[in-house]
């Protein structure tokens, strides 16, 4: 599966931001999807993941109550939404799909296939 995420941007702090990630191939509801940041300097973390079927997510406790990850398995596309941005969010977000033996599946690593990242910048 190939990835290709857009939608980042320079905002100020206190603003909203959609990520978007697009997908080829035909079996994208077979995988579970992430989505990861890496600040400059910083090593990479997860931010938020959902399940190939839509129903379970999990997201890291830094954006919890702020980020929302949603997916469309007609349209090949996982979004995370970003509101009430912060500074420290500051990074490149990366998009990542991982093939599930379930529906249900949700992780926070272990992800094979991975799409260029897109740069968002939160100004204070």
């Known amino acids: 599966v190939q990835l290709q995420a857009s939608g980042g941007g320079l905002v100020q702090a206190g603003d909203s931001l959609r990520l978007s990630c697009a997908a080829s191939g035909r079996t994208f509801s077979s995988y579970a999807m992430g989505w990861f940041r890496q600040a400059p300097g910083k090593e990479r973390e997860f931010v938020a993941a959902?399940?190939?079927?839509?129903?379970?997510?999990v997201a890291a406790d830094s954006v919890k109550g702020r980020f929302t990850i949603s997916r469309d398995n007609a349209k090949n596309t996982v979004n995370l939404q970003m509101n009430s941005l912060k500074p420290e969010d500051t990074a490149v977000y990366s998009c990542a799909a991982k093939y599930a033996t379930t529906s249900y599946l949700v992780s926070r690593a272990g992800y094979a296939y991975w799409g260029q990242g897109t740069l968002v910048t939160v100004s204070s």
């Open positions: 959902i399940s190939p079927n839509g129903v379970s997510t």
